[in-house]
């Protein structure tokens, strides 16, 4: 069976342009990579993100970062509660 969670997200790389995707660390750096999709990310890359670090990982990061202003906060919590997420 294969790690999901092993897989890297498929996010377009201009989001983390200053980084080689190569050799990136999806794991070790959730809080960049979350934090970038709550800002620029599309529907996909927020569904994608989700199914990687699961809601509670999301929702951590988004309420403890100094980066996301109240608004993206907000509207983290909306959107991983909602029906808008379903795959």
Known sequence: MVDAKKIPLNIRH??????DLGKFDFDKSAFVVIERIIERGNMQEWRDMLKYYGKEEVLRVAMQSKQLDKRDK???KIYVDSEFNAT
């Not at 201009?14 to 980084?19: A, D, I, S, V």
Request: aromatic share 34%; proline share 0%; hydrophobic share 45%.
């Open 74 to 76: 907000n509207f983290t």
């Open 14 to 19: 201009h989001l983390l342009w200053e980084y």
